[in-house]
């Protein structure tokens, strides 16, 4: 089965750029949509947005303005940046994709990393 | 976008006891072209990623336990865990994945009495 593991600084400066990679292991990234996720302490879960190697991403309309994902098929890898980061953008980030049902019902996520904006 | 509710937001049950806790879309999930609801419900539990538990609103995932079951078509959903475990302490969330933003509910807390 697929594995999914974010890496990337836990600690980003206001007004900076968050970035983060997914690397993906156990299949092939061109073989499936990858999505990331993030969810703030003690809140619900958030969509960001998700791409697929043939389909153009597709991102959170509150999140738009400000986020760039992309996949380097070489290195089996996907990633998010984030610009323009406020302490409103400190959680922690999943990568995800969904195989069993339908590729928005997430049942493969990484084990999550916590991002903290703050200078 | 498609808001999700879920009620209660905390559930205390003892050991054995049902619990359910319910979820509502503010427009249907039910697709007219293959007539699936396309909600899911996930486990998190502190420190780990939510867990899928069921999709298309009924089916339940590979390995998850036949105590969890879901309910409901349109906008109007249920998880069900019929005995209650000590290891089914957790929040719980569903989730819509008809129209993005794909959205998720405000989570139930379920802990034992």
């Known amino acids: 089965h697929v594995q999914l593991q974010e890496s990337g600084p836990g600690l980003v400066k206001p007004s900076e750029t968050l970035s983060l990679t997914c690397s993906v292991s156990g299949d092939s990234i061109s073989r499936y949509y990858w999505t990331w996720i993030r969810q703030p302490a003690g809140k619900e879960p958030e969509w960001i947005g998700r791409m697929h190697i043939s389909a153009s991403a597709i991102y959170n309309p509150s999140l738009k303005s400000r986020v760039t994902m992309s996949l380097d098929t070489s290195n089996n890898q996907f990633s998010l940046k984030l610009n323009s980061v406020t302490a409103a953008d400190t959680a922690v980030y999943y990568c995800?994709?969904?195989?069993?049902?339908?590729?928005?019902?997430?049942?493969?996520w990484g084990q999550g990393t916590m991002v903290i904006v703050s200078s | 976008d498609i808001v999700m509710t879920q009620s209660p937001d905390s559930l205390t049950m003892s050991l054995g006891e049902r619990a359910t806790i319910n979820c509502k879309s503010s427009?249907?999930?039910?697709?007219?072209?293959?007539?699936?609801?396309?909600l899911a419900w996930y486990q998190q539990k502190p420190g780990q990623p939510p867990q899928m538990l069921i999709y298309w609103a009924t089916t339940r995932h590979s390995g998850v336990p036949d105590r969890f079951s879901g309910s409901g078509s349109g906008t109007d959903f249920t998880l069900t865990i019929s005995s209650l475990q000590a290891e089914d302490v957790a929040v719980y969330y569903c989730?819509?994945?008809?129209?993005?933003?794909?959205?998720f509910g405000g989570g139930t807390q379920v802990e034992i009495k």
């Open positions: 427009q249907s999930v039910l697709s007219s072209s293959n007539s699936l609801n396309y």
């Open positions: 989730q819509q994945y008809y129209v993005s933003p794909y959205t």
């Open positions: 995800a994709t969904g195989i069993t049902a339908e590729e928005d019902a997430f049942d493969f």
